[in-house]
């Protein structure tokens, strides 16, 4: 073949990228068809390619002369192609993505949220119940005088009940202590309000305690207290069937057993039976099929005369239980320190 012959082919081939060929790459949308441009000049039967193998029967001059040339024309198709190659990988990925971020059917991304803490959601539970039953919400405050903390209760200085609680005194103030139950606000309520009255006092209490799994010296408790004319043993009891019940369940079977608080006569420590193997007897109740929930009893007349409410007209029956204790079974906390280290990973998992 002669060297001119090759060199209009070749110049046709390149008047031929040059008109049609580069636009139909530009124009191109997929991967395919990128390729198949590139293969119709460069492929295995692609026109500069089947020239450049016949390149290698013309005179070493003109192979000289003219390589170069058709060198060029291959390296300007392939750099074409490798650029429409690239801007269309990266737009498929784009579009690869794009429905993540720009799918306005996708819900949104929810900022983190705080939840109640187990034990206000326990308070807020038994509030509500009382609240239904005609109790009012009453408060006191954490530093007491001993007069309500202990006096007015039926507990004398010297008493032997005293020893059951190990008391915090405030130093520098005389006769305050940081209440050790919320029960002082029994004498509080009954001194500014006249009976009848239905109250109920959450609020936290402090004892004299080494911390461990089972025992805090700050803790919670929730008291109840009513008084009006008439009422007995039997009101306690109807009260806290319907309270116990409406908490726990209506299954809730309740046990009353005798039991001794210097401010109720008589006393008694109410049982449910254990709500996880139904009286049979498990590790949760310790094999007794039963789990103590709180205290109570008939207010002792000694604490209304104390307080100004007249025992010959007005008697009352009064009830207190653990916050930490009700959270701790209800959800299976077996270290009561998990409530008070503020660690949102362990609280987290009860926020509703
Ligand atoms: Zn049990």
């Not at 060199?7 to 990228?17: D, P, Q, T």
């Not at 009382?130 to 202990?150: C, H, K, M, S, V």
Request: neutral net charge.
């Amino acid at each position: 073949m002669a060297a001119t012959d090759w060199e209009s082919r070749l110049a046709a081939i390149v008047a031929e990228w040059e008109e049609g060929g580069r636009a139909a790459l530009e124009k191109a949308l997929t991967l395919e068809e990128v390729e198949a441009v590139r293969g119709s000049y460069l492929g295995r039967k692609g026109k500069l390619a089947l020239l450049l193998r016949e390149l290698g029967a013309l005179p070493l001059e003109e192979k000289r002369r003219l390589g170069p040339r058709a060198q060029d024309a291959k390296r300007a198709i392939e750099e074409a192609a490798g650029l429409r190659e690239k801007s269309l990988a990266d737009f498929l990925d784009r579009a690869a993505l794009k429905p993540l971020f720009n799918d306005p059917t996708l819900p949104g991304f929810l900022p983190p949220r705080g939840g109640l803490h187990p034990l206000t959601r326990i308070v807020d539970e038994v509030a509500e119940i009382l609240l239904r039953l005609g109790f009012d919400w009453a408060e006191g405050p954490l530093i007491e005088t001993e007069r309500y903390n202990f006096e007015v209760l039926n507990i004398p200085e010297h008493h032997p009940s005293r020893d059951l609680m190990d008391t915090f005194y405030v130093s520098g103030a005389k006769g305050m202590v940081l209440r050790t139950h919320t029960s002082p606000v029994q004498g509080r309520e009954m001194e500014k309000r006249t009976p009848p009255l239905r109250i109920f006092s959450p609020g936290r209490v402090f004892r004299r305690e080494n911390v461990d799994a089972t025992h805090s010296a700050v803790f919670h408790q929730i008291e109840g207290l009513c008084v009006d004319e008439g009422i007995g043993f039997a009101d306690l009891k109807g009260t806290l069937e319907v309270f116990l019940k409406a908490l726990l369940g209506p299954e809730t079977k309740l046990r009353f057993r005798p039991s001794y608080f210097p401010f109720t006569e008589p006393s008694a420590e109410v049982d449910v039976q254990c709500f996880s193997c139904h009286g049979s007897g498990c590790g949760l109740c310790k094999r007794t099929g039963y789990i103590e929930m709180l205290g109570s009893g008939v207010v002792h007349s000694n604490v209304l005369k104390a307080c100004g409410v007249d025992p010959g007209r007005w008697s009352g029956f009064a009830f207190g239980m653990g916050v930490e204790r009700i959270a701790m079974l209800r959800w299976g906390v077996t270290d009561i320190r998990a409530f008070y280290e503020s660690d949102v990973r362990v609280l987290g998992q009860f926020s509703r």
